[in-house]
């Protein structure tokens, strides 16, 4: 069994609490359109053959190495044209969507989902969790396990999701009973509920541990000790 370290801004015990259920839509509409949607870019990926850059006004990919570029956008998939995170594993993308609105004069983020593609953009499914549906709770980082998918939100905090039959399950992880209360409150002013970064490691397996990876990690309540193994094992 693969073993899976979940990584994120701060690492303290985790609470996992009750999940959200979601029915997924589904995309196939226009053809991308040409030309690189912007210069403003929020991440890059590479699935073996194309590039995908997430920008603010679309997801734009090529597969000749930038000779050429297509988009995706609100008119042919996405959520949303502002593209906040990126991440891909073989075929299968996942696109973290924003977008801005402006209230009482002050342009304000909200997040708007997520889409997914397993055949580089022919069709799309939707996802809209509650965790990233409003004002602030933008996705800045997604990452896969064996079964999972892993967002770091801004307000929504950790999250992750998993397909039960045709429904996407998405569950918080919480770092502390504090963060949970102020999640649920709706504050989301304390600090353990914003994240920026998640990464999952599925690709050492037990037997087989290089010298710097992670066995386990230890928070004494004032340093965060990472203990690993002084020699790779065969």
Not at 32 to 39: D, I, K, V, Y
């Amino acid at each position: 069994m693969r073993r899976i370290l979940i990584l994120a801004i701060i690492v303290t015990t985790l609470f996992i609490f009750p999940a959200e259920t979601e029915t997924i839509m589904n995309f196939s509409l226009d053809e991308p359109r040409s030309g690189l949607a912007g210069n403003s870019m929020g991440d890059i990926v590479y699935d073996g053959e194309y590039i995908w850059i997430g920008t603010g006004d679309g997801l734009s990919y090529s597969s000749d190495g930038g000779e050429t570029w297509f988009t995706y956008d609100n008119n042919n998939g996405l959520n949303s044209n502002d593209i906040s995170a990126l991440a891909v594993f073989d075929s299968t993308l996942w696109v973290a969507c924003a977008y801005t609105k402006m209230i009482e004069g002050e342009p304000i983020p909200f997040g708007n989902g997520f889409n997914k593609t397993t055949n580089r953009g022919k069709e799309w499914e939707s996802f809209i969790p509650k965790q990233v549906d409003f004002a602030g709770e933008i996705v800045y980082d997604i990452a896969f396990d064996d079964t999972r998918v892993w967002a770091a939100c801004w307000y929504g905090g950790l999250i992750h999701g998993w397909m039960d039959n045709d429904t996407m399950i998405w569950e918080n992880v919480f770092v502390s009973e504090a963060a949970r209360i102020d999640y649920d409150s709706g504050l989301y002013e304390h600090l353990d509920n914003r994240f920026f970064s998640v990464v999952v490691d599925t690709f050492c397996p037990k037997d087989k541990r290089l010298k710097n990876s992670i066995n386990d990690i230890v928070y004494d309540g004032r340093f965060l000790t990472d203990l690993m193994p002084m020699a790779f094992t065969p």
